[in-house]
């Protein structure tokens, strides 16, 4: 049998595809530099340096709730909102400036896309009186991605939830193929 040049070309929809994969492949990799591990050892092992924060309150749009149901949290250990695919539902964390530790029980639609935390503050002048601040933080305990997919997933009709899911997918697909994700 003799092939043509016809035969040795791939299809359009083979390249794009394979565009596509190398493309998810290299991408997957990079990683920003805010959420890398300080080279320093802390207590818990893992601390990012400069992580931007700012603040809301529950007399926002919001609510007192948090995505999960619960009310938002101001004691022992305080609520906090984030992309759900760079701190997924459930992550602990301390600010070591202040020594408050948070918990990721919420999402904000601003925050998709973004390395920022959100705190819940309980009132409009601590939320005021913090602003934006970029801090060091100690993860206590990661939060749970499939937790994150379980919560997300009935909600996937708004654009900003879509965008966390399909990076959570990602990222768990990575794993799956073998490919580091810090």
Same mark, same amino acid.
């Given at each position: 049998?003799?092939?043509?040049?016809?035969?040795?070309?791939? @299809?359009?929809?083979?390249? &794009?595809?394979?565009?596509?994969?190398? /493309?998810?492949?290299?991408?997957?990799?990079?990683?920003?530099?805010?959420?890398?591990?300080?080279?320093? $050892?802390?207590?818990?092992?893992?601390?990012?340096?400069?992580?931007?924060?700012?603040?809301? #309150?529950?007399?926002?749009?919001? *609510?007192?709730?948090?995505?999960?149901?619960?009310?938002? /949290? @101001?004691?022992?250990?305080?609520? /906090? $909102?984030?992309?759900?695919?760079?701190?997924?539902? *459930?992550?602990? &964390?301390? !600010? !070591?400036?202040?020594?408050?530790?948070?918990? !990721?029980?919420?999402? *904000?639609?601003?925050?998709?896309?973004?390395? #920022?935390?959100?705190?819940?503050?309980?009132?409009?002048?601590?939320?005021?009186?913090?602003?934006?601040?970029?801090?060091?933080?100690? !993860?206590?305990?990661?939060?749970?991605? $499939?937790?994150?997919?379980?919560?997300?997933?009935?909600?996937?009709?708004?654009?900003?939830?879509?965008?966390?899911?399909?990076?959570?997918?990602?990222? %768990?697909?990575?794993? %799956?193929?073998?490919?580091?994700?810090?």
């Amino acid at each position: 049998m003799v092939l043509t040049p016809r035969d040795l070309q791939m @299809s359009n929809f083979l390249k &794009f595809a394979l565009g596509a994969l190398l /493309a998810f492949l290299v991408a997957s990799c990079a990683e920003p530099p805010t959420t890398k591990p300080a080279a320093t $050892a802390s207590t818990s092992g893992h601390r990012l340096q400069k992580v931007r924060t700012t603040a809301y #309150t529950h007399t926002e749009k919001g *609510g007192k709730r948090n995505a999960v149901g619960t009310y938002l /949290a @101001s004691r022992t250990v305080r609520s /906090a $909102a984030s992309d759900w695919s760079r701190y997924p539902l *459930g992550t602990r &964390f301390r !600010i !070591i400036d202040t020594n408050e530790v948070y918990q !990721i029980d919420d999402y *904000g639609t601003a925050l998709v896309g973004t390395n #920022t935390i959100d705190l819940y503050k309980t009132s409009r002048l601590e939320m005021r009186r913090w602003g934006v601040r970029h801090v060091d933080i100690d !993860i206590l305990a990661w939060g749970s991605e $499939a937790e994150s997919l379980r919560v997300l997933t009935p909600r996937a009709k708004h654009r900003q939830v879509r965008q966390m899911i399909v990076a959570l997918q990602k990222k %768990s697909m990575t794993r %799956s193929l073998g490919v580091r994700v810090d």
